[in-house]
C-alpha cells in the first residue's frame, strides 16, 4: 500500500490529519515507520507562522523520532527492516566553508528535515541513510524519540566544558534547559535551574533539582549566596529572552563561559562591560553533531536521566491538533509526543 497517514500543517495554527504517500526509498535511502514525534519548540514556531517563508504548505513537521527501518534502497549496507533508529535531521550542502572546515552542522545552506523538507508526523517516512542512528534493544522507543532533544543538551553542555564538581545554571526549564540540567549532572557538575512556571518548577523538584523560581528571588543573589560570592562556572541561557539576557552577564564567576542554547529572533542589550571586567567567555551552541547524537543514546540507554518524568502525554495522530494546543497552552506540559502508528 502507497498510502499512509499524515499531519499537515495548512497555516494559521491549523493541522489536517489526512492521507498522504508513501514514498520509495531510492538509492542510499532508507523508510522508517515511525514510532513516536515529539512536538518541540520550532514545530510551535512553525504553527505560529513564524516561518513560513520557511516551508512550503501544506507541510509535514516533525524531527524528534524514533521508528523501525521497513525498506531500504539500493546502497544501503549498514541498516536492514527492522532496525530500531533516529534521525538526525540535518541536510548540509557539504560544499560551503562551514561543512569544508568540519561544521556541517551550521551549513551556510543547511536544510532541516521537518522545516524545508517534510518530516516526522507521519507513519512512514523516507530519508538518507546517512541521517541514521542505532537504538540499542533495551531503549524504549519513547525514550527514542526524545534523542534529539538530548542530542542538543549534549552538544550544549560539551561545547560549554562543563567538568565535574563545577557550579552551572540553566536558564529556563523547558525541555531543552531540562535535558541541558541533567546532562550537566550526569557530567557531575551541581546544577541549579531558574524557571518561573510553577509546574516545571514542581517536576524539577521532584527530579532533584536545585531550583531558583525567579518571580520571587532575585537569581544574581541567589548564585552569589549558593556560591560564596564566587559565581557559577557555565551559564545556560535558553529563555530567549529580554531578562534572560539581562541576568545571564551577572552570573558567571571570573573567567566563567555563558552557553547561548536559546534563540533570540531580534536583537537584545546585552552588558559587554561585564565580559571585559571578569573575562566572560560567551558561546553559541546551535544544534548538534554525530558525537552527539551517540552520546544522547548512551545516556538514555543508561536510565540514569528519568526521561520518563518529561514526556507528559502521548496522542495518537489523530490528535495532534490537540497536542499543539496543549503545548502552546504550556499548562501541565512538558514534551507531548505524538504517537504515529
Known amino acids: 500500500m502507497n498510502r499512509m497517514k499524515a499531519a499537515f500543517y495548512e497555516g494559521n495554527k491549523n493541522i489536517v490529519v489526512g492521507a498522504g504517500s508513501r514514498k520509495e526509498p531510492g538509492p542510499g535511502e532508507v523508510e522508517i515507520k515511525v514510532a513516536y514525534a515529539g512536538i518541540c519548540g520550532t514545530d510551535l514556531h512553525i504553527y505560529h507562522g513564524h516561518m513560513d517563508h520557511r516551508v512550503t504548505l501544506p507541510q509535514v513537521m516533525g524531527h524528534e523520532m524514533s521508528g523501525v527501518i521497513e525498506r531500504v534502497g539500493k546502497e544501503v549496507t549498514s541498516y536492514k527492516p527492522g532496525d530500531r533508529v533516529t534521525v538526525r535531521p540535518l541536510g548540509p550542502c557539504g560544499e560551503c566553508p562551514a561543512c569544508q572546515d568540519g561544521c556541517s552542522h551550521i551549513c551556510h545552506r543547511l536544510k532541516f528535515m521537518g522545516i524545508e523538507t517534510d518530516g516526522a508526523f507521519q507513519s512512514y517516512w523516507t530519508v538518507p541513510a546517512s541521517t541514521l542512528h542505532m537504538l540499542p534493544d533495551d531503549l524504549s522507543l519513547q525514550h527514542g524519540a526524545m534523542i534529539e532533544p538530548l542530542a542538543v543538551a549534549c552538544h550544549d553542555v560539551r561545547l560549554g566544558k562543563v567538568a565535574p564538581g563545577e557550579y552551572v545554571v540553566v536558564i529556563g526549564g523547558g525541555p531543552i534547559g531540562?535535558?541541558?540540567?541533567?546532562?550537566?549532572?550526569?557530567?557531575?557538575?551541581?546544577?541549579?535551574?531558574?524557571?518561573?512556571?510553577?509546574?516545571?518548577?514542581?517536576?524539577?523538584?521532584?527530579?532533584?533539582?536545585?531550583?531558583?523560581?525567579?518571580?520571587?528571588?532575585?537569581?544574581?543573589?541567589?548564585?552569589?549566596?549558593?556560591?560564596?560570592?564566587?559565581?557559577?562556572?557555565?551559564?545556560?541561557?535558553?529563555?530567549?529572552?529580554?531578562?534572560?539576557?539581562?541576568?545571564?552577564?551577572?552570573?558567571?564567576?571570573?573567567?566563567?563561559?555563558?552557553?547561548?542554547?536559546?534563540?533570540?529572533?531580534?536583537?537584545?542589550?546585552?552588558?559587554?562591560?561585564?565580559?571585559?571586567?571578569?573575562?566572560?567567555?560567551?558561546?553559541?551552541?546551535?544544534?548538534?553533531?554525530?558525537?552527539?547524537?551517540?552520546?544522547?543514546?548512551?545516556?538514555?540507554?543508561?536510565?540514569?536521566?528519568?526521561?520518563?518524568?518529561?514526556?507528559?502525554?502521548?496522542?495518537?495522530?489523530?490528535?495532534?491538533?490537540?497536542?499543539?494546543?496543549?503545548?502552546?497552552?504550556?499548562?501541565g506540559v512538558m514534551k507531548i509526543l505524538i504517537q504515529c502508528n
Open 178 to 331: 531540562t535535558l541541558i540540567a541533567l546532562v550537566a549532572r550526569a557530567a557531575g557538575a551541581r546544577v541549579v535551574v531558574a524557571e518561573i512556571n510553577p509546574y516545571r518548577l514542581q517536576l524539577l523538584s521532584e527530579m532533584g533539582f536545585e531550583i531558583c523560581n525567579s518571580n520571587e528571588q532575585d537569581l544574581a543573589e541567589y548564585v552569589q549566596e549558593a556560591t560564596g560570592g564566587k559565581g557559577a562556572d557555565v551559564v545556560f541561557e535558553v529563555t530567549s529572552s529580554l531578562a534572560g539576557a539581562e541576568v545571564m552577564t551577572k552570573l558567571p564567576k571570573v573567567r566563567g563561559r555563558i552557553v547561548i542554547v536559546g534563540i533570540f529572533s531580534k536583537p537584545v542589550p546585552v552588558d559587554l562591560h561585564r565580559f571585559f571586567w571578569r573575562e566572560i567567555q560567551l558561546l553559541g551552541a546551535r544544534v548538534y553533531e554525530h558525537e552527539d547524537f551517540e552520546q544522547a543514546i548512551q545516556l538514555a540507554a543508561s536510565g540514569e536521566l528519568q526521561l520518563e518524568r518529561i514526556i507528559s502525554k502521548i496522542y495518537p495522530i489523530e490528535q495532534i491538533q490537540e497536542g499543539f494546543e496543549q503545548m502552546e497552552s504550556g499548562s
